[in-house]
């Protein structure tokens, strides 16, 4: 009886079981992106409310044994919507992953890897290849200017090809502010050489947490570029894409200056007042009429155009990437005399050899060629001439010549004529190469190590030809400006070589709710620098064709040459490790040990450490807001470095070619000697930075906000502190400096879709405040900014921000003798309608003590709005950036030469008591020194700019199909259409010609160009 119970219930347990085994059901796949077809590799297929699952493989396809036909799939990928499937009767499922509206879910390049946004606790801001399609980019920083906050990006020059001042959080230190850049995980110096076209994102690491990883060079924050590759696809064939545009340019503005006519009153006043007779050419003003508008021979309406294709494909196992690109601008002051053209050429492949081993490489090829005209000085600049210039003299002789002018000073020459002999072109060929090897040791551990090379050849070519304005060229009655008797020739030749190697260890593991990332890693670089110049003169051709230098008839005296070169390296060692516990807690640390040889044995390495932490609420249990459906907060604390200060700062450099005299007969004697002095001690500028900040959604990733709060503190900043003239030697770099930013950045994001309508408002805000904490022993300021007509205009000084304005403060005009001798005493020779200045100190004189703080360069806060609607096949996009707060120094007027032209404000001149209280008495001496330094040329540089405004219509027709065309978009597009300013000059956006110590100083900046643009973009 026992034994026939127990076989019943073995049989009944052998049933169970095989039902149980045969009711599960096998299942395969593979996982595709919407639009592109792209198979997903590393996509999680699980079933749902269970921990069983997989990922795809390198071609997109999956296996996975389910329970039953009732199962459900769960198909997650980062950047990707997640998708549920319940199994059914399917078998074989072909899965379309939709790319993901939701902010939080897309994929940001951080320092050595990728993460979600969600997952993301330090503070970094994203612009993808998404918002600039279309948009007509002259240079690469363009694409993140006012998209991101806290960044400020401002024009050095509006001259085609110029460079752009990049600021993350506000000027960092007074050495070097501009970010690190890395393309594809390549440092370079400056982004000229990239085709914006070539770009798929830009992530703006702005803490320094986010920014430690690169230790001794992030202190400014790091701009981390990735370019364009191919996809894979499996069966699919590979895309062409074609894109151009073509515009016009033109001077958006024109200063309202003096005409002819009141030139000449004003001249003749000016003479009378200062005792002397008025010129007997301007006895009659009206006869003069308008005269020549000296700014219109000038302006010119400019030609732009941009070409680019590219070829992307791929397979399951490989990809490609190739593009081209031709851009060419014309400047609207000077046409091709200071015209721009690059050309560049892109490769970038992958190939998955073996299922542990991938590799890929990349190299892209720019030529450059630029046509440079002066800028931003008071001297030879054709701005500051053409505004200063009398406008009665006329352009050209009546023979046909150039004209000059009888009453301006020699530093104002005739604009055109300098233009036309104006000869500086500068070409460059740069390569940059990498080829990189991913090896997979076991799932989840990689090994990447990665070698690229960063090359470039440049050569300048200066000529100044013989030319001679003068009336009869024997008496060279023409100013020395106007006349060059001999021919000069200068070529200098350029070389950068920079090679990388990085090597980077990296393991990902994941079980249950948690998550590990632990990254380790070292660099190794090395920069050489190699210059080589010459000169000559005297050439017996006057064509620019003909200026080489060997082609001369000079003695061997006249010519010249020199050369100069330097080096420098560096060894990183680095390791991250980052914790993700249910995708709610947060965690990442970061340590980096730089060497560098541009710091002595005794501080030659430094550590830069950071922690970072998140906490997505909105993840908890007891989380209940259904419509703010995503909510994290973050904090961050990290320490970067600065090593920008050049080469060799720590040591003694001996310069040969010094003369000297010996003996009483004090013969001159050529030698070497030593001109600076060291300090062995230097190391590196250490910039810390704290963190808090927050993310949330609403409406299921409608609307997205983010806010962060920083205080940035940089210490140790190198500076030449000044020593004792008996020592004889220039003084050395010291460790002396230290200032603080601290600002709040917010941005907000709503998107929308209305049946055929999709629509998107994107807006952004930084607000920055810096202080200098201290400049040293001693403290004493820097004095910078250099006008040459008033002085120095710009002071850097413990407790007011990096090069603040420094001069006198107004008080009105006097109006009567009885004023004059009632204030404190200016001059001898102050008279009524001339400029009141206070006087501080109380002293009862006015003199250098009573100067004071009288403007700030730097804006309260910056800001960027952009708009996008989509209906049918009609798209427009708006853009509208400005900044608030900051002050100018408008230093493009020559008040040192009073024969130079005036603003039309000069109309409103004292002429009597009750007059003006604001525009002095014209005077030919100005004895009051009315031009000195103050706040009367201290102007209001805030602005509102519509930057750009496009609209576009993609052909949607079956005639494309029919032709193969996927793709087909017109578009018409406007740049720097508007402009809102209280600045007089020509142009409120203002870079920093001279560094972080010289900002916001107009000395004949050239103008950004309003320009109109048609596009075409294919795509097969």
């Not at 632990?518 to 050439?539: D, E, I, K, R």
């Amino acid at each position: 009886m026992g034994m026939r119970l127990l076989k019943c219930l073995l049989i009944l347990a052998s049933i169970v079981g095989s039902n149980a085994v045969f009711g599960q059901i096998k299942i395969t796949g593979t996982v595709s992106e919407s639009g592109s077809n792209e198979k997903l590799t590393g996509v999680t297929v699980l079933i749902k409310n269970t921990q069983d699952g997989v990922v795809t493989e390198l071609d997109g396809t999956f296996e996975l044994t389910v329970p039953n036909e009732k199962s459900v799939l769960v198909i997650s990928y980062l950047g990707m919507e997640t998708r549920e499937i319940l199994v059914g009767n399917t078998r074989i499922f072909q899965i379309i992953l939709n790319p993901s509206s939701s902010v939080m879910d897309e994929i940001v390049v951080v320092g050595y890897g990728t993460q979600i946004r969600s997952s993301i606790s330090g503070a970094v801001s994203t612009v993808s290849s998404k918002d600039l399609e279309g948009v007509p980019l002259l240079r690469a920083e363009q694409a993140i200017q006012g998209k991101t906050a806290g960044v400020q990006v401002t024009q050095n020059s509006g001259s085609p090809g110029s460079t752009l001042s990049v600021r993350i959080r506000g000027t960092g230190t007074i050495n070097d502010s501009e970010p690190l850049y890395l393309v594809d995980g390549v440092p370079v110096s400056g982004i000229d050489f990239l085709n914006p076209g070539d770009i798929a994102t830009i992530n703006v690491l702005k803490d320094a947490a986010s920014a430690a990883i690169y230790g001794s060079r992030g202190a400014n924050g790091v701009v981390v570029i990735t370019t364009k590759t191919g996809k894979m696809a499996d069966k699919q064939y590979g895309s062409i894409q074609y894109e151009n545009y073509f515009g016009q340019q033109q001077a958006w503005k024109k200063m309202n200056l003096l005409d002819a006519r009141e030139y000449a009153i004003l001249s003749n006043e000016a003479h009378i007042a200062g005792g002397k007779t008025p010129l007997a050419a301007f006895s009659n003003p009206d006869a003069l009429g308008k005269g020549t508008d000296w700014q219109e021979a000038i302006f010119q309406i400019a030609p732009i155009q941009s070409h680019q294709l590219s070829l992307t494909g791929g397979s399951a196992l490989s990809t490609f990437a190739l593009s081209g690109s031709y851009f060419n601008q014309a400047g609207v002051v000077g046409g091709a005399k200071s015209g721009f053209e690059r050309y560049t050429a892109r490769l970038n492949i992958s190939q998955q050899l073996k299922p542990w081993l991938k590799m890929s490489g990349n190299v892209l090829y720019t030529n450059l060629n630029r046509n440079g005209l002066p800028e931003n000085n008071e001297f030879n600049t054709p701005l500051v001439r053409a505004l200063n210039i009398d406008p009665v003299t006329s352009i050209r002789k009546f023979d046909g010549t150039y004209n000059y002018s009888i009453y301006v000073d020699t530093d104002l020459a005739n604009p055109v004529n300098a233009i036309e002999n104006q000869h500086n072109n500068w070409q460059s060929n740069r390569v940059l190469s990498s080829i990189q090897a991913d090896v997979t040791i076991r799932k989840g551990l990689v090994f990447r190590s990665s070698f690229n090379r960063d090359e470039t050849f440049a050569s300048q070519s200066i000529f100044i030809p013989i030319f001679n304005l003068s009336l009869d060229p024997a008496s060279n009655d023409a100013p020395a400006s106007e006349r060059n008797p001999v021919n000069t020739v200068i070529k200098n030749d350029f070389s950068w070589q920079n090679w990388q190697w990085e090597n980077v260890l990296t393991w990902d593991y994941s079980k249950g709710k948690h998550k590990l990332n632990a990254l380790l890693g070292s660099t190794a670089l090395a920069n050489s620098y190699y210059f080589l110049t010459g000169s000559n003169t005297n050439l017996p051709s006057n064509q620019v064709k003909d200026a080489f230098l060997g082609n001369t008839i000079a003695p061997r005296e006249s010519q010249g040459s020199g050369d100069f070169a330097s080096a420098s390296g560096m060894l990183s060692f680095f390791t991250r490790f980052q914790y993700d516990y249910d995708n709610k807690y947060l965690l990442s640390t970061t340590l980096r040990r730089d060497g560098s040889s541009r710091f002595g044995k005794n501080n030659r390495y430094g550590y830069f450490p950071s922690v970072s932490a998140g906490w997505v609420v909105s993840r908890e249990d007891f989380w209940g807001l259904e419509a703010l459906n995503f909510l994290k907060l973050r904090a961050s604390w990290g320490q970067n470095g600065n090593d920008r200060i050049g080469e060799y700062s720590f040591t003694t450099i001996v310069y040969p070619g010094q003369n000297y005299t010996f003996g009483s007969s004090e013969t001159i004697t050529s030698g070497s000697t030593p001109l600076e002095a060291s300090n062995p001690d230097l190391k590196w500028e250490t910039g810390e930075q704290i963190n808090a900040g927050l993310d949330l959604e609403l409406f299921n990733g409608k609307f997205h906000f983010t806010a962060d709060y920083y205080v940035k503190t940089t210490r140790d900043m190198l500076a030449r502190i000044p020593i004792p003239t008996l020592v004889g030697l220039r003084a050395p770099f010291q460790n002396v400096g230290t200032m603080a930013n601290n600002g709040l950045e917010l941005s907000l994001l709503y998107q929308g879709k209305k049946k055929s309508l999709n629509y998107s408002v994107g807006a952004n805000i930084g607000f920055v405040k810096s202080e200098v904490l201290s400049l040293g022993l001693g403290g004493e300021p820097i004095i910078t900014g250099n006008v040459f007509s008033a002085g120095n205009v710009s002071r850097t000084d413990v407790g007011y921000p990096i090069a603040s304005f420094y001069g006198y403060v107004t008080d009105g005009i006097f109006q009567s003798q009885e004023e004059v001798k009632a204030h404190a005493f200016q001059n001898e020779k102050t008279a009524p309608g001339d400029i009141r200045f206070k006087d501080l100190n109380g002293d009862g004189i006015i003199n250098e003590v009573d100067q004071t703080y009288i403007g700030n360069p730097t804006p309260s806060f910056t800001y960027g709005v952009t708009s996008q609607v989509q209906w049918k096949g009609f798209d427009l996009s708006v853009f509208i950036q400005g900044t608030q707060g900051n002050d100018i120094y408008n230093g493009i007027f020559r008040y040192d030469f009073f024969y130079s032209n005036r603003p039309q404000s000069a109309l409103n001149r004292w002429t009597g008591a009750g007059t003006s209280n604001s525009e002095p008495r014209v005077n030919v001496s100005d004895p009051n020194k009315n031009a000195r330094v103050s706040d009367r040329f201290i102007e209001d540089g805030s602005f509102v700019r519509l930057k750009n405004i496009q609209i576009g219509y993609d052909l949607k027709h079956k005639l494309l199909n029919k032709w193969k065309i996927d793709k087909a978009r017109i578009y018409f597009s406007g740049q720097n259409l508007w402009t809102l300013t209280k600045y007089s000059g020509l142009d409120p956006e203002i870079g920093s010609v001279g560094g972080s110590l010289e900002l916001g100083i107009d000395q004949g900046f050239y103008p950004q160009a309003r320009m109109a643009s048609m596009g075409l973009q294919l795509g097969f």
